[in-house]
C-alpha cells in the first residue's frame, strides 16, 4: 500500500518478560502505527551480552525495560546516547541517570521476593519464611533456588542488595550460610519462581511480580517480600549509539515514560518511575517504595565485575550434587 | 565292505530348490578326490554336508562304517579349507594355526610348536609372525591349510582352495597341495570348478552336475571314456558328430576330441571336405575351425605348431578333415550301419 | 590424508591438455568450492584461535588464557566433569547400544524393524528433551521420585526417594540416551557385514561361544566399536542442550562456554573453553583418519552371517530390548503428557494452552516455523552444495591439489563442536573488518551483513552437519563406476548432463538421505545457533531453551513434541521416497 | 612413414612411481594390437594416455602424424570399453548405446535408429530395452562394445573386456570381438593379461613388462623368437636350461619350451638322464616333471597322450630328456663352446 515507504522500523532491545510485551506495545501501535518494532527478547545477561557483542556494528536502535546496572556496562563501554525524552521531568530522580541528557531512564522498579510452594511446604512440614535470615535455617536444606547472579539481573539485585545492606564481608558470609540451602542456582530470574510453582523446589527467590502472576494461574504458590527489605533494580530505557539515530528510536523513547505507558507498566509493578494513581497490585505490601532497599546502581555496575567473579568462584559449580 | 569315507542318498533341498539329489559315493583312505562340477551344481552343499556345516534332509554320512550323519562339526574330525581362506584377520599366522588346538590338551609351548611344524609343512615358517593382510594369496592360503592339518583331521575338505589366485600361484600350489597330501597321507576332497585342476591333481574325480553325480573314476577314465555328453563337453573341448557320421543320427550320440581330428590337403577314404573357417594361435598348438562344406557344421581341431608348420593352412583354403577312428567315443553303443570310415557327406 | 597433502608440493611436471568448456567450468568450480570452504571454515576458526590468545580488550597475550582456564579450580573442575560425563556416557552408551544391535543384527528375535525404529527415535529430539522429560520423571517432584505421586506409597508402602536428578545423574543420562542411537547404528552396520565363514572355521575347530566373540566377533567390529566410543565421547563431551536444562550446578565445558560468552562477555575465555572443547574430537578425528587408511588394506571375501538357532538368545535379547524400548517411549510420552497436562503436577486436566506459547517465547508459534524454513533450506541448499562438491572432488580429474584440500575441509568440520562453529561465526561474521591470515593486513568484512541473518543459520548448519553429509555422498559416488566420467568424455559428453542424467539419479537414495539428515538435525540443533539467532530468526530449540531457562517447562515440552513430531514426519516420507525409487528403478 | 597411430617416448609417473617409461611403438590402420603384461606392468596406464584421461609427463600421441598429446578426450576419436563396462545402471541397453550421440546432431529417431544398428552389430537388437542389470554378463560387454562403436571412432580401445566373464562366455565373446573388429574394420588396442587370449587374438602383441615395452610383434614371433626371458617365461611355459648346456652359463642364456623335450626310455647322443618327479595328467597331453639325477634341476616336458599310451612312463623311472636342438631359444647368441648336441652332464 502506499505508505509504506514511509514505515520505519526500529530494532528494540529488552529483558522485560514476554506477557508483558505484547500488552505494553498495544498503545504504542495505536498511536504510531508507521512504525514498525523489532522485538527482540531476551533475558538481562543475554541481550547485555548481544549489546557487547555488537559494539562494532550495533544491531538495536533502542533498549527497552534492561537492568539499569547492566546497561551502565554497556555506558562504561560508550555505548549509549545521551538523550532526554518528553516528560523526562516527571521521573524522580534515583529513577534515571544524573546526566543533562540522561543515558538511561528507568520506567519501573522490581524487587526480589520469594516465591514458596504452600502445598509442599506443608507436605513436609515446612514454615514459611519471613526474612532473609530465615532462609538460612537447616530445615530448608537444598530446597532453596536462586537465579545465578552472573546470568540473571533479579540474581544480581538481590546479591548486590546483600552486600549494600549488610557490608561486603558480612553478606559473603552470609552468602556461605545461604550456600548450604541451596538447591540450585537457575539461568533466569524467573525460574526459581517457577520452579517452586512445579514442587519441583518448594522455595524460589525470584522477583515479586512472578510468583504473584503465577498464584493467579492457579499455582500454590505465596510471594514473600523479605522483613529486611528487597534488593531491586530499574527497568530502564536507553538510545544505542550508532551512526544513523533514527527519529522513531526517540519517538519511541517518548513513548516509553509516556502516561500511557507507565499505566500499563503499573500494572504489573508496584512501583513505576513516574507514579500513576492505580492501585498497588495484588500481593505486594501496601506501601512498595518502604520495602526497597538504597541502592547504588553505580557502586553495582563498577563493581559488578569483581563480585561476580568472586562469587563464580565462590558457589558457581561447587555446590555439584555429590557423585 | 566298510570304506574310509561313503556318502550314501545324500538329499538336500532349500525351501523348494533341490541342491543334491541321491548323492552316493564312497572314498578310500589316502585317497585324493577332486568334486567336478559347473557352478551351482552342489559342490560346496556337499562338502558342508560332510563338514557338519549343513544338514541333510535325507541320507547319511558314514566314516569307517560309523554314522555320522548327525555329529556337528567339531566332533568329526575334518580340517576344511574355504575358497576365501576364512584367516582370523586379527590373528597371526601361527597363532591361527594354533587356533583349534585345545589348551587343555596341549601347553602353550606344544601349541607353538605344532603351530610351527605346520607352518614348515607349508614351508612358512618364517612367516609365523605374519598377520594375514601381510601375507599374499597363495601364502594365506597355505596357512589356511597348515591350519587345517594342525587338528591333524582324518580328512581334508578344500572347497576352491586355488579359484582365488592368479594362474602361476595356482599351478604352484597345486604341486605343493599334492605333495603334502601325498606326505601326510590325508585322505583329501577338493571341489573345484577347474577340469585341468581336477584331472591333473586328482586320484579320482567326482563329475557333478544338477545336484547328481554323472560319473566317477579316474582322470584318464572320464577323459576319455566320459559316461555322458555333458562330462565329455565339460573335460575338455569336443566335437559332436552323431549327425554326420550317421543319417538322422543324434548328434550327441558320437564325439571325437580336436587332438584327434587330422588334417589332410587332399581327400582320402572317410575324410570330411571342410573349409577353414578360422585359426586360432596358441603357442604349442593351434586350434583350426572347419567348417563343412555341404553343411553348417563346425568341427575343431587341434594341430600342433610343429605340424602345421610343416603343412601351413590358411583361412578359407579347403582341407579334408579325418576322424581317427580309435579315438572316437560312441555314447550308446557303436551304431551298426556306419563306421567312421565312411561318413556320410550329405 | 596427509601424502595426498605432500602430493600437492611435489607434483612432477605433466603434458599439459588444452582445456575445453567442460574443463573450464569443473576448474571454476572447483576454486568457488575451495574459497566457500576456505571463508566458511578456515577463516572463522582462525579468528577462534586469535581470540582465544587475546584477552578482553584485544591484546595478543598468547597461551594466558588457557593458564587462566587450568589454573582456576572452579572452570578446571568443570574440565573434569566433562570428562566424567564423557567417560561414563561413553561407555554406558557403547554397552547398551552394542547388545541392542547384536539382538537385531545376530539373533532371530521378532520384531527387529520395531526395536530398530524406536532405537532411532531420540534422534529426532533435541537433546534438551530428554533433559525435560527426565525433571518429569526423576525430578525431585517427578513421577518416579514421589513414587507417581504417592500412589505407590499407598498401595504398596514405597516412599518417594530422591533421584538428585539436577547434575551428573541427569546429563549422563540423557547423554546416554542422545549417544545411544548414534552408537548403535555404528554397531549395526559393523556387525552387519560378519564372515559367515570365520564362524564356520572356528566350529569346525571347536571353539565355543565366548571363544568366537573375542576371536571372530570383537576383532571384525573393532573399527566400528572404536568410533562408536568416540563419536559416543565426543557428542557427550560438547553438548549443550542437555547440561543447560538438568546440569544444576554440575558445570561442564560447554555450559561454561556459554556462561563465559552470554554471562559475562567474556569472548576470550569463551574462545578459550572452545578450543578445549575441540580437543578429543579433534583426537578422535586423527585416529579415525588413520584406522581408515589401515583398513582399506583388507579385503574381505565375506559370505553373510547365518544365525544359528537359539531360542533361550532369542528370548533374552528380547527382553532387554523391550526394557530399553520402555525407557525410551517413557520418556516420549512424559513430554506428550507435559504438553498436554495443564498444572503438572498439581492439576491433571488436558489443555492445548501450552501449544500457543504466546505467553511465554512471545511470538507464538514462530520459532517453530522460522525452524520450518531454516531446516529446509539447510536440506536443499545443504544438499545441493554438499553432493555437488563431493561430486567434483570425487569425480573431476582437474585440480588435483584443490580436490584433495577440499576434501580435507569437507571432513574437518566433523572435529568441531557447534559449540565452536558458533563462536567463529560470530567472531568471522561480526567484524567489520577481516585481518587476512599470516599477513598484518586488514580489510573491510564483506560478509558482516549476514550476521543476524536466516543465511548464517543455514551456513551454521550446513558447516556443522557438512561431514556426515559429505561421507553420504561420497560413499554413494564411490559406489558408481569410475569409469562413467571417463567413457562420458570420450564420448564428446558433457560433465553435467552426465551429472544430471546419471550421478543424480544413481545417488538418489543417498541424496534423500542427505536432506532428511540436514533437516532433521537443523531441527534439533542448538549449539551453534544459540550464539547466531537473532530475534526475527529465533529457532524452536532456541524457544525450548529461553523457555526452560524461564521456568515455562510445559510450553517447553510442547515445543519439543512439535519438533519430534515434524521430524518423524519427514522420517516417514523419507522412507516412502526411498522404498518407491527402489521399486521403480530397475538399475538402481 | 606417417602410421595410422604412433606413440613416442611416453613416460608416466605418480608421485615417484613410473608406470611407464619411453614406450614407443605404432599401429597400423586396422591392426588388433594387444597390450600383454604382468599386472601393474601399465598397460591400463597406456591405454588411458591414448584416450587422453590420463596426461603423460614426457612424450607424444601421434594420429596420422598429428600431434594430439594436447588434445583432451572429447576432442580425440577413441572409443572405449572397460573392464567394468561402465554401463549407465539406469538406462537401457539402447540408451546406453545413444548415450553418445550428440541432440542437436541427430534427432531423436536417427538416434534410436543408430543405437538399434550397433545392438544389431552385436546380436542384441532384441535387448534393446533391457536394463544392464537384466542382462547376463557377457551381454553387458556386447552393450559396452555397441556404445563404444556407435560413435564410430576411429580407434577402438579395450581394457581387458573379458577378464570379469566366465571361460565359456569368454571364449565366445573372443571370436565376436574379433568379427566384429575385422567387420567394422576399426584399429584396435586391446590390454589383457591372458597370453592365450592375446595369441590367439592379436594380429601383433605388445609385451609390457615393468613400465616397458618388452617386444613386439606377431604372436608367432614372440612365441618362437621371445627377445628375453622375461617374454619366453611369460608367454606359455618354458625350461631356462643355459646352466644345463653351458660350464658356468648363465641359467637364462638358454631355453626350450616343455612341447619341444622329448623323452627316451634309453640314453642316447645329447640326452639328459633324468628321473620322473611327477606326472599331471592334462587331457591331451601329459606333462611330465623330470629332475636331472645328477643335480638338482627340474625340466618340465609335454608328452602328448597318444605317444604316452604307446611309452607310459611312471613316477621314480630313470628317463633320458632330449631338446629338440632346432627348437632351442638362445638370448645371447649360440654360445662357442657348446652344442645342444654335447650337453654337459656334471
Ligand atoms: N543357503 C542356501 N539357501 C538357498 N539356496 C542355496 C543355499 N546354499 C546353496 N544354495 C543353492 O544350491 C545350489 C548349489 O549351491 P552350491 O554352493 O553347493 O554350488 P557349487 O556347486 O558349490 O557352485 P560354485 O561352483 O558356484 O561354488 C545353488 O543353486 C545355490 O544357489
Ligand atoms: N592414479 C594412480 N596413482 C598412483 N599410482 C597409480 C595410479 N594409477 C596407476 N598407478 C600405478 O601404476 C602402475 C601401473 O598401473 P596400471 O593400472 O597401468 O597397471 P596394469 O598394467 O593395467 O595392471 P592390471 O593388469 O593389474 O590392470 C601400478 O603399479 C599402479 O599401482
Ligand atoms: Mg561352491
Ligand atoms: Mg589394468
Known amino acids: 500500500d502506499g505508505n509504506a515507504e514511509q514505515k520505519e522500523e526500529i530494532t528494540v532491545y529488552t529483558a522485560l518478560e514476554d506477557d508483558m510485551i505484547e500488552t505494553y506495545l498495544t498503545s504504542f501501535h495505536d498511536q504510531y502505527p508507521d512504525i514498525d518494532v523489532n522485538i527482540v527478547r531476551d533475558s538481562t545477561g543475554v541481550i547485555t551480552s548481544k549489546l557487547l557483542a555488537e559494539k562494532d556494528a550495533p544491531v538495536a536502535d533502542v533498549v527497552w525495560g534492561t537492568a539499569a546496572t547492566s546497561l551502565l556496562v554497556a555506558d562504561q563501554q560508550g555505548m549509549l546516547e545521551g538523550?532526554?525524552?518528553?516528560?523526562?521531568?516527571?521521573?524522580?530522580?534515583?529513577?534515571?541517570?544524573?546526566?543533562?541528557?540522561?543515558?538511561?531512564?528507568?520506567?519501573?522498579?522490581?524487587?526480589?521476593?520469594?516465591?514458596?510452594?504452600?502445598?509442599?511446604?506443608?507436605?513436609?512440614?515446612?514454615?514459611?519464611?519471613?526474612?532473609?535470615?530465615?532462609?538460612?535455617?537447616?530445615?530448608?536444606?537444598?530446597?532453596?533456588?536462586?537465579?545465578?547472579?552472573?546470568?540473571?539481573?533479579?540474581?544480581?539485585?538481590?546479591?548486590?542488595?546483600?552486600?549494600?545492606?549488610?557490608?561486603?564481608?558480612?553478606?559473603?558470609?552470609?552468602?556461605?550460610?545461604?550456600?548450604?540451602?541451596?538447591?540450585?542456582?537457575?539461568?533466569?530470574?524467573?525460574?526459581?519462581?517457577?520452579?517452586?510453582?512445579q514442587g519441583e523446589y518448594p522455595i524460589g527467590i525470584s522477583f515479586g511480580y512472578r510468583g504473584i502472576t503465577q498464584a493467579e494461574k492457579g499455582e500454590p504458590i505465596k510471594t514473600i517480600f523479605p522483613e529486611e527489605g528487597s534488593g531491586w533494580d530499574l527497568e530502564a530505557n536507553a538510545l544505542v549509539k550508532k551512526e544513523e539515530i533514527k527519529p522513531a528510536a526517540k519517538t519511541f523513547l517518548d513513548w516509553a515514560i509516556s502516561d500511557e505507558a507507565m499505566k500499563e507498566y503499573s500494572e504489573n509493578f508496584a512501583i513505576t518511575s513516574v507514579p500513576t494513581d492505580k492501585p498497588v497490585p495484588e500481593g505486594f505490601p501496601e506501601n512498595p517504595e518502604e520495602q526497597l532497599i538504597e541502592n547504588d546502581f553505580n557502586w553495582a555496575a563498577e563493581n559488578r565485575g569483581t563480585i561476580l567473579d568472586q562469587w563464580t568462584k565462590k558457589y558457581d559449580g561447587k555446590s555439584a550434587p555429590e557423585e | 565292505m566298510m570304506k574310509h569315507l561313503a556318502v550314501e542318498q545324500i538329499t538336500k533341498t532349500f525351501q523348494d530348490f533341490t541342491a543334491l539329489k541321491d548323492i552316493s559315493f564312497s572314498i578310500e583312505k589316502g585317497e585324493f578326490i577332486c568334486l567336478l562340477g559347473p557352478s551351482g551344481c552342489g559342490k560346496t552343499t556337499l562338502l558342508r554336508i560332510l563338514a557338519g556345516l549343513e544338514r541333510p534332509n535325507k541320507g547319511s554320512v558314514l566314516m569307517n562304517g560309523r554314522d555320522m550323519t548327525h555329529l556337528p562339526p567339531a566332533e568329526r574330525n575334518f580340517g576344511i579349507v574355504f575358497q576365501s581362506y576364512a584367516l582370523f584377520p586379527n590373528l597371526t599366522a601361527a597363532q591361527n594355526v594354533a587356533y583349534g588346538l585345545n589348551p587343555k590338551q596341549f601347553s602353550k609351548r606344544e601349541r607353538k610348536e605344532k603351530a610351527l611344524n605346520n607352518l614348515t609343512l607349508v614351508n612358512l615358517e618364517n612367516m609365523a609372525d605374519r598377520y594375514p593382510a601381510q601375507l599374499s594369496g597363495g601364502q594365506q592360503q597355505r596357512v589356511a591349510l597348515a591350519r587345517a592339518l594342525a587338528m591333524n583331521p582324518e580328512f581334508l575338505l578344500l572347497d576352491e582352495p586355488l579359484s582365488a589366485l592368479d594362474a602361476q600361484v595356482r599351478i604352484q600350489l597345486r604341486n605343493e597341495i599334492k605333495r603334502l597330501q601325498k606326505q601326510v597321507g590325508i585322505t583329501t576332497v577338493m571341489v573345484t570348478h577347474d577340469q585341468e585342476e581336477a584331472l591333473s591333481m586328482a586320484d579320482r574325480m567326482i563329475v557333478m552336475n544338477n545336484a547328481k553325480v554323472e560319473q566317477a573314476g579316474t582322470p584318464q577314465d572320464i577323459y576319455d571314456r566320459p559316461s555322458s555328453p555333458f562330462v565329455a563337453d565339460f573335460i575338455g573341448t569336443i566335437n559332436f558328430v552323431g549327425d554326420q557320421l550317421i543319417p538322422n543320427g543324434a548328434k550327441e550320440d558320437i564325439a571325437v576330441r580336436p587332438e584327434h581330428v587330422t588334417v589332410h590337403p587332399l581327400p582320402a577314404d572317410s575324410t570330411l571336405p571342410t573349409r577353414v573357417e578360422s585359426l586360432e594361435y596358441r603357442g604349442s598348438s593351434y586350434r583350426v575351425v572347419l567348417k563343412q562344406t555341404t553343411r553348417d557344421h563346425v568341427l575343431y581341431a587341434d594341430i600342433d605348431t610343429d605340424t602345421f608348420k610343416k603343412q601351413p593352412i590358411t583361412v578359407g583354403e579347403v582341407v579334408y578333415a579325418e576322424l581317427q577312428e580309435d579315438k572316437v567315443i560312441f555314447f550308446h553303443g557303436r551304431p551298426e550301419p556306419i563306421t567312421t570310415k565312411q561318413p556320410v557327406l550329405t | 590424508m596427509i601424502s595426498a597433502l605432500q602430493s600437492i608440493f611435489t607434483r612432477q611436471p605433466v603434458v599439459r591438455q588444452s582445456l575445453n568448456k567442460d574443463a573450464h567450468i569443473q576448474r571454476i568450480l572447483l576454486l568457488l568450492m575451495l574459497i566457500g570452504l576456505g571463508t566458511a571454515i578456515i577463516l572463522p576458526v582462525i579468528e577462534l584461535l586469535k581470540r582465544a590468545m587475546q584477552n578482553t580488550q584485544g591484546e595478543y597475550i598468547g597461551f594466558e588464557n588457557f593458564i587462566t582456564y587450568f589454573s582456576s579450580p572452579s572452570l578446571f573442575q568443570s574440565a573434569i566433569h566433562t570428562l566424567s560425563v564423557a567417560s561414563v556416557t561413553m561407555i554406558l552408551s557403547v554397552s547398551a547400544a552394542f547388545l541392542f544391535a547384536y539382538a537385531v543384527e545376530r539373533t532371530e528375535m521378532k520384531g527387529k524393524t520395531f526395536f530398530t525404529y524406536i532405537a532411532l527415535l531420540p534422534l529426532f529430539a533435541p537433546t534438551m528433551m530428554y533433559g525435560i522429560a527426565l525433571v518429569y520423571l526423576l525430578g525431585n517432584n517427578g513421577v518416579f521420585t514421589t513414587g507417581f505421586f504417592g500412589l505407590f506409597e499407598q498401595w504398596f508402602g514405597w516412599q518417594a526417594s530422591d533421584f538428585d536428578i539436577y547434575g551428573f545423574k541427569g546429563i549422563v543420562l540423557s547423554e546416554v540416551i542422545f549417544t545411544f542411537p548414534q552408537a548403535f547404528l555404528i554397531l549395526k552396520v559393523s556387525l552387519s557385514t560378519a564372515d559367515q565363514r570365520l564362524y564356520e572355521a572356528a566350529d569346525t575347530m571347536g571353539a565355543g561361544t565366548w571363544k568366537k566373540l573375542f576371536t571372530v566377533?570383537?576383532?571384525?567390529?573393532?573399527?566400528?566399536?572404536?568410533?562408536?566410543?568416540?563419536?559416543?565421547?565426543?557428542?557427550?563431551?560438547?553438548?549443550?542442550?542437555?547440561?543447560?536444562?538438568?546440569?544444576?550446578?554440575?558445570?561442564?565445558?560447554?555450559?561454561?562456554?556459554?556462561?563465559?560468552?552470554?554471562?559475562?562477555?567474556?569472548?576470550?575465555?569463551?574462545?578459550?573453553?572452545?578450543?578445549?572443547?575441540?580437543?578429543?574430537?579433534?583426537?578422535?578425528?586423527?585416529?579415525?583418519?588413520?584406522?581408515?587408511?589401515?583398513q582399506s588394506g583388507i579385503s574381505s571375501k565375506a559370505t553373510p552371517y547365518q544365525t544359528p538357532v537359539n531360542a533361550l538368545r532369542d528370548r533374552l535379547f528380547t527382553t532387554y530390548c523391550t526394557i530399553i524400548t520402555i525407557g525410551i517411549l517413557i520418556l516420549f510420552l512424559a513430554i506428550t503428557a507435559a504438553a498436554f497436562v495443564k498444572v503438572w503436577p498439581y492439576d491433571f486436566s488436558l489443555t492445548l494452552r501450552h501449544f500457543g506459547f504466546g505467553s511465554v517465547a512471545g511470538d507464538g508459534l514462530q520459532p517453530f516455523y522460522n525452524s520450518l524454513i531454516v531446516s529446509?533450506?539447510?536440506?536443499?541448499?545443504?544438499?545441493?552444495?554438499?553432493?555437488?562438491?563431493?561430486?567434483?572432488?570425487?569425480?573431476?580429474?582437474?585440480?588435483?591439489?584443490?580436490?584433495?584440500?577440499?576434501?580435507?575441509?569437507?571432513?574437518?568440520?566433523?572435529?568441531?563442536?557447534?559449540?565452536?562453529?558458533?563462536?567463529?561465526?560470530?567472531?568471522?561474521?561480526?567484524?567489520?573488518?577481516?585481518?587476512?591470515?599470516?599477513?598484518?593486513?586488514?580489510?573491510?568484512?564483506?560478509?558482516?551483513?549476514?550476521?543476524?541473518?536466516?543465511?548464517?543459520?543455514?551456513?551454521?548448519?550446513?558447516?556443522?552437519?557438512?561431514?556426515?553429509?559429505?561421507?553420504?555422498?561420497?560413499?554413494?559416488?564411490?559406489?558408481?563406476?569410475?569409469?562413467?566420467?571417463?567413457?562420458?568424455?570420450?564420448?564428446?559428453?558433457?560433465?553435467?548432463?552426465?551429472?544430471?542424467?546419471?550421478?543424480?539419479?544413481?545417488?538418489?537414495?543417498?541424496?534423500?538421505?542427505?536432506?532428511?539428515?540436514?533437516?532433521?538435525?537443523?531441527?534439533?540443533?542448538?549449539?551453534?545457533?544459540?550464539?547466531?539467532?537473532?530475534?526475527?530468526?529465533?529457532?524452536?530449540?532456541?524457544?525450548?531453551?529461553?523457555?526452560?531457562?524461564?521456568?515455562?517447562?510445559?510450553?517447553?515440552?510442547?515445543?519439543?513434541?512439535?519438533?519430534?513430531?515434524?521430524?518423524?514426519?519427514?522420517?516417514?516420507?523419507?522412507?516412502?521416497?526411498?522404498?518407491?525409487?527402489?521399486?521403480?528403478?530397475?538399475?538402481?
Open chain 3, 217 to 294: 566377533t570383537l576383532p571384525s567390529i573393532k573399527y566400528g566399536l572404536v568410533s562408536a566410543f568416540f563419536v559416543s565421547f565426543t557428542l557427550s563431551f560438547t553438548d549443550f542442550g542437555a547440561p543447560k536444562v538438568i546440569g544444576g550446578q554440575y558445570n561442564v565445558l560447554a555450559t561454561d562456554v556459554y556462561k563465559q560468552v552470554i554471562g559475562q562477555q567474556n569472548f576470550s575465555m569463551g574462545a578459550t573453553v572452545g578450543i578445549i572443547l575441540t580437543i578429543p574430537a579433534v583426537i578422535a578425528f586423527i585416529v579415525d583418519q588413520r584406522i581408515q587408511r589401515r
Open chain 3, 376 to 588: 529446509a533450506v539447510t536440506a536443499v541448499i545443504g544438499t545441493a552444495v554438499i553432493f555437488i562438491g563431493a561430486y567434483l572432488i570425487e569425480k573431476s580429474r582437474h585440480l588435483k591439489w584443490v580436490r584433495n584440500v577440499s576434501y580435507f575441509l569437507s571432513i574437518l568440520p566433523i572435529a568441531l563442536p557447534g559449540l565452536v562453529i558458533g563462536l567463529a561465526f560470530i567472531f568471522f561474521f561480526n567484524q567489520s573488518a577481516i585481518s587476512l591470515p599470516f599477513t598484518s593486513m586488514e580489510v573491510a568484512n564483506p560478509l558482516q551483513w549476514l550476521y543476524g541473518t536466516m543465511i548464517i543459520l543455514v551456513l551454521a548448519n550446513i558447516i556443522h552437519f557438512y561431514s556426515v553429509s559429505f561421507i553420504t555422498a561420497t560413499t554413494s559416488l564411490k559406489k558408481q563406476d569410475a569409469e562413467y566420467e571417463a567413457i562420458s568424455e570420450t564420448m564428446k559428453v558433457p560433465f553435467y548432463k552426465t551429472f544430471t542424467r546419471v550421478t543424480v539419479p544413481l545417488s538418489s537414495p543417498a541424496i534423500l538421505e542427505m536432506m532428511m539428515y540436514l533437516f532433521v538435525n537443523s531441527m534439533t540443533t542448538i549449539s551453534a545457533v544459540v550464539f547466531l539467532y537473532s530475534s526475527e530468526w529465533k529457532l524452536a530449540s532456541i524457544a525450548i531453551v529461553n523457555m526452560n531457562d524461564a521456568g515455562d517447562i510445559a510450553p517447553a515440552a510442547a515445543m519439543s513434541l512439535l519438533i519430534i513430531v515434524t521430524n518423524i514426519l519427514v522420517r516417514v516420507i523419507y522412507e516412502a521416497l526411498v522404498t518407491s525409487i527402489k521399486k521403480r528403478k530397475v538399475g538402481i
Open chain 1, 83 to 197: 538523550y532526554a525524552p518528553e516528560g523526562i521531568d516527571r521521573v524522580a530522580a534515583p529513577y534515571k541517570d544524573s546526566k543533562e541528557e540522561p543515558h538511561w531512564v528507568g520506567i519501573n522498579a522490581w524487587m526480589t521476593g520469594f516465591a514458596v510452594n504452600t502445598v509442599e511446604m506443608e507436605d513436609m512440614g515446612l514454615d514459611i519464611p519471613q526474612s532473609y535470615e530465615d532462609l538460612l535455617d537447616p530445615q530448608y536444606k537444598d530446597l532453596i533456588v536462586m537465579p545465578n547472579p552472573a546470568s540473571s539481573g533479579t540474581g544480581f539485585l538481590t546479591v548486590s542488595a546483600f552486600m549494600q545492606q549488610m557490608g561486603e564481608e558480612e553478606a559473603w558470609d552470609y552468602m556461605d550460610k545461604l550456600h548450604e540451602n541451596i538447591g540450585m542456582y537457575t539461568h533466569s530470574g524467573s525460574k526459581p519462581a517457577k520452579l517452586a510453582g
